[in-house]
C-alpha cells in the first residue's frame, strides 16, 4: 500500500478560470475510485496532473509508477500482439489471461489491429494496461465505445481489480466497479467511501439541507441590503436639510448632518462585509435547471413503418435479421443490439442517408427529423458558424448548455478544442433546439456527465417526444424507452 499525496494544488490553464485551487487530497494506491463531476470540470486534466503531463502549483506526490489508458496508437496497421508488445513487456500467457477475463478471443492477437471493432480495441487496451505490475492505473471513459454487454464484461473485470482512478458517466459501471468516489463539485473537490450510489444518496440528502441554508442567508442578505439601502436614504435625506431654507443654524446642521453621514457609511461597511461573509457560506449545490423541449405533432399518428429492413455493405452480407416495426407518436424506441450489428446504420437510414438497404420503409416526405449522430469529433471552428449553418437560434442553443453546465467561457473558443463531452452538449442542445417530429439520437450520452444525463431523463419524461435512439447506458434504457427494437446480427462473427 502506498499514498499518493497532493498538498495545496491549484492549477489554471493560460488565462482561464482556475480548475483548482489549493487541492489537498491523500489517495490510497490500494482504492478503486471512481472520478465523476459535470464535463470540463477537471476529470481529465487532473489524471494528466497525476500522469506529469502537465505543471501545477502546489505539490503532487506519487510513490508508484502511473499507467494511463486509453493509449494513443498513431499506427494500427500492426498485429494486436505487436501493438500490446509496444507499449509493455509482458509474458504472452499473461496477455491471454486478460483477455480472456474481458471475454475477448486470441484469435485477435494476429489480426492486424485496425480491422478490430471500437470496442474490441477499448478491451484490447485495457488487457494491456492492467499487465503493468504494481502500477497505479488511471482509466479515462472505458466503455464509450462498448455495448450493453461489453460495460457488463468491462465492470465484472474491474470489479476483481484493484489500484485505479476510474473516470466514468456509467452509473451502473461505478456501482459495480468502485469503493471510493472523488467528485469534483463548482466549489470543491470531495472524497468519500463508497460506490456511486452511496454518493448519491449522501448528495441527495446534503442537497436537500443546502437548498434549505442557501435560501436562508439568501433571505438574510436581502434584509441586509434592504437595510443598507434605507440608512443610505436617511443619511441622505440628512445632508440636504442644512442647504434648506430660513432661519436655522446651517454649521450645526452641516455638522450633525456629517456625523450622521459618518456613522451611516460605517453601518453600510459593517452590512456590507457581512454580506458578502454570507455570500461565501453558498453552498457547493449543483444547478440542475429543467431543460425543454419542441416538438412538433405530425398529422398522423403513425409516423414511420419498416418491414423485413435490411441493410448490407459490399460484403453483401446482411447486418442484422430482417425487422419490422413502426413508430407511433410519443414512442421513444430504443434500437438495442451487440457492437457492429448496424444500429447506426439503421437510424442513417431513417435519417435519409444514402444506405444499402433490401427490403421496404416508409418515412412521409413531410416528416421533419432531427439527427444527433454518434461521433461529434467533427466539430470544428467557431460556435457562431455552427449556429449559422444549423439554422438555430443562438441565444437558445446558449441557454441549453448553461443549463447543461458549458462554461460560458468556452463559447469563443474554436469548437476543435472542445472536450469530447462538450462536443456531444453542442450536437444535443442543438437538437434540443430544433422544432421536429421525430428525434433519432445515436449514442446521445456519450462522453456526457451524470448530472446531464438526469436533466436528458427528465426532459424527455415531461415532454414524451417522438424518439428513436440508440443509448448504452443501462438506467436511461430501462427508464426512458417505451419500445425496444432488438437486431440480431446475421452471422455469428458479427
Same mark, same amino acid.
Given at each position: 500500500?502506498?499514498?499518493?499525496? #497532493?498538498?495545496?494544488?491549484?492549477?489554471?490553464?493560460?488565462?482561464?478560470?482556475?480548475?483548482?485551487?489549493? #487541492?489537498?487530497?491523500? *489517495?490510497?494506491?490500494?482504492?478503486?475510485?471512481?472520478?465523476?463531476?459535470?464535463?470540463?470540470?477537471?476529470?481529465?486534466?487532473?489524471?494528466?496532473?497525476?500522469?506529469?503531463?502537465?505543471?501545477?502549483?502546489?505539490? *503532487? =506526490?506519487?510513490?508508484?509508477?502511473?499507467? &494511463?489508458?486509453?493509449?494513443?496508437?498513431?499506427?494500427?496497421?500492426?498485429?494486436?500482439?505487436? #501493438?500490446?508488445?509496444?507499449?509493455?513487456?509482458?509474458?504472452?500467457?499473461?496477455?491471454?489471461?486478460?483477455?480472456?477475463?474481458?471475454?475477448?478471443?486470441?484469435?485477435?492477437?494476429?489480426?492486424?489491429?485496425?480491422?478490430?471493432?471500437?470496442?474490441?480495441?477499448?478491451?484490447?487496451?485495457?488487457?494491456?494496461?492492467?499487465?503493468? =505490475?504494481?502500477?497505479?492505473?488511471?482509466?479515462?471513459?472505458?466503455?464509450?465505445?462498448?455495448?450493453?454487454?461489453?460495460?457488463?464484461?468491462?465492470?465484472? !473485470?474491474?470489479?476483481?481489480?484493484?489500484?485505479?482512478?476510474?473516470?466514468?458517466?456509467?452509473?451502473?459501471?461505478?456501482?459495480?466497479?468502485?469503493?471510493?468516489?472523488?467528485? *469534483?463539485? /463548482?466549489?470543491?473537490?470531495?472524497?468519500?467511501?463508497?460506490?456511486?450510489?452511496?454518493?448519491? %444518496?449522501?448528495?441527495? !440528502?446534503?442537497?436537500?439541507?443546502?437548498?434549505?441554508?442557501?435560501?436562508?442567508?439568501?433571505?438574510?442578505? /436581502?434584509?441586509?441590503?434592504?437595510?443598507?439601502?434605507?440608512?443610505?436614504?436617511?443619511?441622505?435625506?440628512?445632508?440636504?436639510?442644512? &442647504?434648506?431654507?430660513?432661519?436655522?443654524?446651517?454649521?450645526?446642521?452641516?455638522?450633525?448632518?456629517?456625523?450622521?453621514?459618518?456613522?451611516?457609511?460605517?453601518?453600510?461597511? /459593517?452590512?456590507?462585509?457581512?454580506?458578502?461573509?454570507?455570500? @461565501?457560506?453558498?453552498?457547493?449545490?449543483?444547478?440542475?435547471?429543467?431543460?425543454?423541449?419542441?416538438?412538433? /405533432?405530425?398529422?398522423?399518428?403513425?409516423?414511420?413503418?419498416?418491414?423485413?429492413?435490411?441493410?448490407?455493405?459490399? +460484403?453483401?452480407?446482411?447486418? $442484422? =435479421?430482417?425487422?419490422?416495426?413502426?413508430?407511433?407518436?410519443?414512442?421513444?424506441?430504443?434500437?438495442?443490439?451487440?457492437?457492429? %450489428?448496424?444500429?447506426?446504420?439503421?437510424?442513417?437510414?431513417?435519417?435519409?442517408?444514402? #444506405?444499402? &438497404?433490401?427490403?421496404?420503409?416508409?418515412?412521409?416526405?413531410?416528416?421533419?427529423?432531427?439527427?444527433?449522430?454518434?461521433?461529434?469529433?467533427?466539430?470544428?471552428?467557431?460556435?457562431?458558424?455552427?449556429?449559422?449553418?444549423?439554422?438555430? +437560434?443562438?441565444?437558445?442553443?446558449?441557454?441549453?448548455?448553461?443549463?447543461?453546465? $458549458?462554461?460560458?467561457?468556452?463559447?469563443?473558443?474554436?469548437?476543435?478544442?472542445?472536450?469530447?463531452?462538450?462536443?456531444?452538449?453542442?450536437?444535443?442542445?442543438?437538437?434540443? %433546439?430544433?422544432?421536429?417530429?421525430? &428525434?433519432?439520437? +445515436?449514442?446521445?450520452?456519450?462522453?456526457?456527465?451524470?448530472?446531464?444525463?438526469?436533466?436528458?431523463?427528465?426532459? @424527455?419524461?415531461?415532454?414524451?417526444?417522438?424518439?428513436?435512439?440508440?443509448?448504452?447506458?443501462?438506467?436511461?434504457?430501462?427508464? *426512458?424507452?417505451?419500445?425496444?427494437?432488438?437486431?440480431?446480427?446475421?452471422?455469428?462473427?458479427?
Amino acid at each position: 500500500m502506498a499514498i499518493i499525496n #497532493i498538498v495545496n494544488m491549484s492549477f489554471a490553464y493560460d488565462g482561464g478560470t482556475p480548475l483548482f485551487s489549493n #487541492i489537498s487530497l491523500k *489517495i490510497d494506491t490500494h482504492w478503486k475510485l471512481g472520478l465523476i463531476g459535470r464535463n470540463g470540470r477537471g476529470k481529465t486534466t487532473l489524471l494528466r496532473l497525476l500522469l506529469g503531463d502537465l505543471v501545477c502549483d502546489g505539490k *503532487i =506526490d506519487i510513490p508508484v509508477p502511473v499507467g &494511463y489508458f486509453p493509449y494513443t496508437v498513431q499506427d494500427k496497421t500492426p498485429s494486436t500482439l505487436e #501493438i500490446a508488445e509496444q507499449i509493455t513487456n509482458f509474458e504472452l500467457w499473461q496477455f491471454e489471461r486478460e483477455l480472456s477475463l474481458l471475454e475477448v478471443s486470441g484469435n485477435i492477437l494476429m489480426r492486424p489491429f485496425e480491422t478490430l471493432s471500437d470496442g474490441e480495441q477499448s478491451k484490447v487496451m485495457l488487457a494491456v494496461l492492467f499487465l503493468n =505490475d504494481n502500477h497505479f492505473l488511471l482509466i479515462d471513459e472505458p466503455t464509450n465505445h462498448l455495448d450493453l454487454e461489453g460495460r457488463n464484461i468491462v465492470g465484472n !473485470y474491474l470489479n476483481k481489480k484493484n489500484g485505479f482512478i476510474l473516470v466514468s458517466h456509467d452509473r451502473t459501471l461505478l456501482d459495480r466497479s468502485v469503493d471510493h468516489i472523488l467528485s *469534483i463539485n /463548482r466549489n470543491s473537490v470531495e472524497l468519500m467511501q463508497g460506490n456511486f450510489s452511496t454518493w448519491q %444518496c449522501n448528495q441527495n !440528502y446534503r442537497e436537500q439541507f443546502e437548498d434549505a441554508e442557501n435560501n436562508r442567508l439568501k433571505k438574510e442578505v /436581502r434584509r441586509l441590503q434592504e437595510a443598507t439601502r434605507q440608512s443610505t436614504e436617511w443619511s441622505n435625506k440628512t445632508e440636504k436639510e442644512k &442647504y434648506g431654507h430660513g432661519p436655522v443654524d446651517r454649521g450645526f446642521i452641516g455638522s450633525k448632518a456629517a456625523k450622521i453621514m459618518k456613522h451611516a457609511k460605517s453601518i453600510e461597511n /459593517r452590512k456590507q462585509k457581512t454580506i458578502e461573509q454570507k455570500q @461565501l457560506l453558498f453552498k457547493n449545490t449543483e444547478i440542475t435547471e429543467k431543460l425543454s423541449i419542441m416538438p412538433i /405533432r405530425f398529422h398522423s399518428t403513425r409516423l414511420i413503418d419498416l418491414e423485413n429492413i435490411f441493410v448490407q455493405y459490399n +460484403d453483401g452480407i446482411p447486418l $442484422f =435479421d430482417g425487422v419490422t416495426f413502426s413508430v407511433e407518436a410519443g414512442d421513444r424506441v430504443a434500437v438495442c443490439g451487440r457492437n457492429g %450489428c448496424g444500429k447506426s446504420s439503421l437510424l442513417k437510414l431513417i435519417a435519409g442517408q444514402d #444506405i444499402p &438497404y433490401q427490403g421496404y420503409y416508409c418515412v412521409p416526405k413531410n416528416l421533419t427529423i432531427s439527427y444527433l449522430p454518434q461521433n461529434a469529433s467533427f466539430l470544428r471552428g467557431s460556435m457562431r458558424d455552427f449556429i449559422i449553418q444549423r439554422q438555430i +437560434d443562438e441565444s437558445l442553443l446558449k441557454t441549453i448548455l448553461h443549463k447543461l453546465g $458549458f462554461p460560458r467561457d468556452d463559447y469563443e473558443n474554436d469548437m476543435s478544442d472542445f472536450s469530447a463531452g462538450q462536443k456531444k452538449k453542442v450536437l444535443l442542445a442543438a437538437s434540443l %433546439c430544433e422544432q421536429v417530429h421525430l &428525434y433519432l439520437w +445515436d449514442e446521445p450520452l456519450n462522453y456526457i456527465d451524470i448530472i446531464s444525463r438526469t436533466q436528458i431523463m427528465n426532459l @424527455l419524461i415531461e415532454y414524451h417526444p417522438t424518439l428513436i435512439f440508440v443509448e448504452h447506458d443501462k438506467i436511461f434504457l430501462e427508464t *426512458i424507452a417505451t419500445k425496444k427494437i432488438d437486431l440480431l446480427t446475421t452471422t455469428s462473427d458479427r
